[in-house]
């Protein structure tokens, strides 16, 4: 019998995956959807998530946690700004809990969600939507790509 090929870092592999809370609230999933196709230790999703795909089989289907630290980081004072209310884009909804979709000078996308609306200026939060957060997965191989 032959032995079942592992996923190996390197490797392309074809992923479903249901991201959720500990309270269990979804907060991202492909799953019913289009397959992820990843390359393995290219550092393009969470070390600890790529981490746990090594060494899975086709088929298989594992549950993982990530504490805070290990997904987004926990959020950083320093990275809430305040910034003159015209330096927001015209079109961009002004509320409170919005996520805007910002772009640096290197052209990195960058997220700040609205966290005050003042008279002049708005407070804006560049700590990933996801900081301070446990983070647990649900993770399929469904192959290799």
């Known amino acids: 019998m032959a032995m079942q090929r592992t996923v190996q870092e390197g490797d392309k592999v074809k992923i479903f995956y249901k991201g959720y809370f500990d309270d269990k609230t979804v907060?991202?999933?492909?799953?019913g959807q289009e397959v992820l196709v990843i390359e393995i230790g290219k550092g393009i999703l969470l070390k600890k998530f790529e981490e746990a795909i090594l060494g899975m089989k086709e088929g298989e289907s594992k549950e993982i946690s990530l504490k805070a630290?290990?997904?987004y980081g926990l959020?950083?004072?320093e990275l809430k700004q305040e910034v003159p209310r015209d330096k927001i884009p015209k079109e961009a909804p002004l509320r409170e809990g919005v996520i805007l979709t910002l772009v640096s000078p290197q052209?990195?996308?960058l997220f700040a969600t609205i966290r005050e609306i003042r008279e002049?200026?708005?407070v804006l939060d560049?700590?990933?939507p996801l900081a301070g957060k446990n983070l647990n997965f649900h993770i399929t191989v469904q192959g290799f790509a």
């Open 126 to 128: 560049l700590n990933h």
């Open 75 to 77: 959020p950083k004072e």
């Open 120 to 122: 002049n200026t708005v």
């Open 107 to 109: 052209g990195q996308r």
């Open 69 to 71: 630290e290990e997904g």
């Open 27 to 31: 907060f991202d999933s492909n799953e």
